[in-house]
């Protein structure tokens, strides 16, 4: 007979806790709403995902173990990303109060999809099951579609929910035609099961198996937003609030290094000369396409989204060399994307106020003489997105390159290189408008911020700490490789 023992349900502390506090929020909004709408529910929701980090961090040693009958995996790493999902999470909520309160985005429907959101990030994160996996991406991309269709007056949002959703589903169904074709062959939808299975019973080269592989990767590049399913997030980005942009560009990367690692290396990893060479083609394709048109871009928006799906190209280079080390380099660039992105998403909403979004690049004219503190961290946070030193993205960058290297694709690297090098102009782009260029005489006139003392402090810390850890890079890509 099972019992909450026997299934370890205690292993998924952290979502049982933040579903139950989404529930209770729910409950006292209902109360407060009449006198303070969201009064209760922000400060609520911020503290419930600091506890599920605690709780997530605290299963940090935990030895791999499996419960709920196999559903899930509780593990250094999970206990890891878990933790800083929450974390990454609740600072970017932080930055996105003041602007989505200025839209009346800031409803506690919003705050509870958020929170639900991470409850999928955290399932897809520790899942062991394709079923686990599969219900974490629906439970996220759900909420994404809802958060991106709150701002109702905006012809531009209702937009970029719709692509979304429909993109989304299209890719969901591919995914899921993909796994049940795994299931065919396999027999199981345990991804242990899986690898042991693809190992023993079908034979090399098995065309059946192939194009389970290849339509499982292409579900998930969909959902990494890398080329060739790519087309929805300049459109999406630039469509949506930009609170909930950054939500979501820098939450789920966390969830999606997971997804690739649990789905590619512990379910397929018998397998790797199917899907390395997908994963090579689709990060150097990711690479060059984000680079090169990214140039063109006049909105900030549209170009921090072809910026994203050149990174997801680094990122899946890590993972196609097939090496721990390349895996722990793919980890630690997920977790430094995702930093970098709070700052660059956190500075557009600090520029940002009633009236005015910031999000061209012709908003940014001028700024060192606006605000010259705020230009000087969007220059530390730019120059960690191109990946110049001495800043924490240059070596997350060269971790990845250093594993592909290692790996034998010598010609991947040097092209990697070249566009790395073509990308970091329209980086220095920003750079000469902030300090080079005269700011307009509407902005230099209008009040240069919005932002208050807690948002400043968050902002600033967010950006320095990019430049900080770099002496301690060496033991961070250690405590990462023992996670993997």
């Known amino acids: 007979m099972m019992t909450f023992s026997s299934l370890q349900v205690d292993l998924i502390t952290p979502e049982i806790f933040l579903c139950a506090a989404a529930c209770v929020i729910l409950l006292i909004e209902l109360i407060t709403k009449p006198q303070r709408p969201c009064a209760a529910a922000w400060p609520l929701t911020v503290v419930s995902l600091l506890v599920g980090a605690w709780l997530a961090f605290s299963q940090m040693d935990q030895a791999a173990t499996l419960g709920l009958n196999g ?43 958020a929170l639900f959101g991470v409850v999928g990030m955290m399932t897809m994160i520790g899942a062991a099951h394709l079923l686990t996996l599969y219900v974490g991406i629906e439970l996220l991309a759900l909420c994404l579609y809802g958060m991106i269709a709150m701002q109702r007056d905006a012809v531009e949002a209702a937009e970029a929910a719709m692509k979304y959703f429909i993109l989304g589903a299209l890719a969901s169904g591919l995914l899921l035609y993909g796994m049940s074709l795994l299931y065919g062959l396999t027999g199981t939808l345990s991804l242990s099961e899986i690898g042991s299975s693809t190992l023993t019973h079908l034979a090399p080269g098995s065309l059946p198996l192939m194009l389970a592989i290849v339509m499982v990767v292409a579900g998930l590049l969909f959902k990494l937003g890398a080329v060739p399913f790519h087309m929805w997030v300049p459109d999406v980005y630039e469509g949506s609030a930009t609170g909930t942009t950054l939500y979501l560009s820098a939450v ?54 072809y910026s994203t799906i ?175």
């Open 252 to 305: 789920p990367k966390l969830a999606a290094f997971a997804i690739l690692y649990r789905l590619l290396f512990q379910g397929l990893g018998g397998w790797l000369e199917i899907w390395q060479d997908v994963l090579l083609v689709a990060g150097i394709l990711s690479i060059g396409l984000g680079s090169i048109i990214a140039i063109a871009q006049t909105s900030l928006k549209r170009l921090l989204a």
């Open 71 to 113: 559903l899930i995996i509780a593990d250094p790493m999970s206990a890891l990303l878990r933790g800083l999902t929450c974390v990454v999470t609740a600072v970017a909520l932080f930055y996105a109060r003041a602007y989505s309160e200025a839209r009346e985005v800031w409803r506690v429907e919003y705050l509870i999809l």
């Open 310 to 484: 050149s990174h997801m190209g680094f990122l899946l280079l890590g993972f196609a060399s097939g090496s721990t080390s390349g895996f722990a380099a793919s980890m630690m660039y997920a977790v430094v994307y995702s930093v970098t992105t709070l700052a660059v998403f956190g500075g557009m909403l600090a520029l940002s106020r009633a009236g005015f979004e910031s999000d061209q690049l012709d908003d940014l004219r001028g700024l060192n003489r606006r605000n010259p503190w705020l230009a000087f961290l969007m220059l530390i946070v730019v120059f960690s997105l191109a990946g110049i030193p001495p800043t924490a993205g240059f070596f997350a960058k060269l971790l990845v390159l250093q594993a592909a290297l290692e790996a034998g694709f010598v010609e991947i690297v040097i092209a990697a290189v070249l566009f790395a090098v073509v990308g970091a102009f329209y980086y220095l782009r920003i750079v000469k408008l902030m300090y080079f260029d005269d700011p307009r005489p509407d902005l230099l006139a209008a009040a240069s911020h919005s932002y208050g003392p807690g948002v400043r402090l968050a902002l600033s810390v967010n950006s320095i700490l990019i430049v900080a850890i770099t002496p301690w890079v060496g033991v961070i890509i250690e405590m990462v490789s023992k996670t993997i």
